[in-house]
C-alpha cells in the first residue's frame, strides 16, 4: 500500500502566485486533514475533512482553499501566495474514532518568495 | 500560545541513558496521541492513551496519561541513537465534536554514540 502520497515534494513560488498541493490516500479513510509545520510550531490544522463533499476550517485557514469530491483525494489550494505560507505541509488520513492512527505523506516544502 | 505545552524543547544526551519528556496543558483531552517524526519525513504514531492513569509500554518506552487528563510523559529507558528524533504530543480536546487533534511545538531529541 501506497498509504499517504503527497505531491510536489518541493516548489518556489514567488509572491502573488498559485498553486495546488495534491494528497491522495487509499486506504479508504473517511478523516482528512491539512497541517502546516513551522520551525519550533509544531503542527497547525489548515483544513480536515470528514467525507466525500465534506470540509471545515482548521486553526489556521487564512490563505488556502480545499475541496473533497472524492474519497482518496484531498487537494489544498493556495490562491495568492505570501511569504507567510513559507512552510512545510503535511497531509494526513485516519478512519473514524477518536483513537485513531493519523497517517502522514512525506511532506511538501512550499518556499514563497 | 500552544494547547499543549512540550518541554523541553530540545534534549541532547549519550547512548544508554534515559531520558523524560513531558506534555502538559490545562484543558483535558478524550485522547493524547504521541508521535515521531524524522528528517523530512511525516510524523508516526507511536502510542494512544484514553484513560486517566493509564500507562502504556512499547519496549524501551513508557507513556503516561495524567489522571485529570491533562497532561502525558514519555520515558525512554537506555536511549539508543535510533530514538532521535522529534517526539509530538496531540491531543482530542473533550469539547471538540469532530475530533480534531492539538499538536504540541515538540521535543527534538538527540541520542549521541
Known amino acids: 500500500n501506497a498509504g499517504v502520497t503527497q505531491t510536489p515534494k518541493f516548489r518556489i513560488l514567488k509572491i502573488g502566485q498559485s498553486m495546488t498541493l495534491q494528497c491522495t490516500q487509499d486506504m479508504n479513510h473517511n478523516y482528512m486533514y491539512w497541517y502546516r509545520q513551522d520551525p519550533g510550531m509544531g503542527l497547525k490544522l489548515i483544513y480536515y475533512s470528514v467525507g466525500a463533499g465534506i470540509t471545515d476550517k482548521g486553526e489556521v485557514p487564512n490563505g488556502y482553499n480545499v475541496s473533497r469530491s472524492t474519497t482518496e483525494d484531498f487537494p489544498l489550494r493556495l490562491e495568492l501566495a505570501a511569504p507567510s505560507q513559507t512552510s512545510v505541509y503535511f497531509c494526513a488520513s485516519s478512519s473514524t474514532g477518536y483513537t485513531d492512527t493519523q497517517y502522514f505523506g512525506p511532506g511538501t516544502r512550499l518556499t514563497v518568495l | 500560545t500552544q494547547l499543549l505545552e512540550q518541554s523541553p524543547q530540545f534534549l541532547s544526551i549519550q547512548e544508554g541513558e534515559n531520558l523524560t519528556v513531558y506534555c502538559n496543558s490545562s484543558s483535558v483531552f478524550s485522547s493524547l496521541q504521541w508521535y515521531r517524526q524524522e528528517p523530512g519525513e511525516g510524523p508516526v504514531l507511536l502510542v494512544t492513551?484514553?484513560?486517566?492513569?493509564e500507562v502504556k509500554k512499547l519496549k524501551r518506552l513508557t507513556f503516561q496519561f495524567g489522571d485529570a487528563r491533562k497532561d502525558s510523559s514519555l520515558h525512554i529507558t537506555a536511549a539508543q541513537t535510533g530514538d532521535t528524533g522529534l517526539y509530538l504530543c496531540a491531543g482530542r480536546l473533550t469539547t471538540d465534536s469532530w475530533g480534531k487533534f492539538q499538536f504540541g511545538a515538540g521535543t527534538q531529541v538527540v541520542v549521541t554514540p
Open positions: 492513551v484514553v484513560t486517566g492513569g
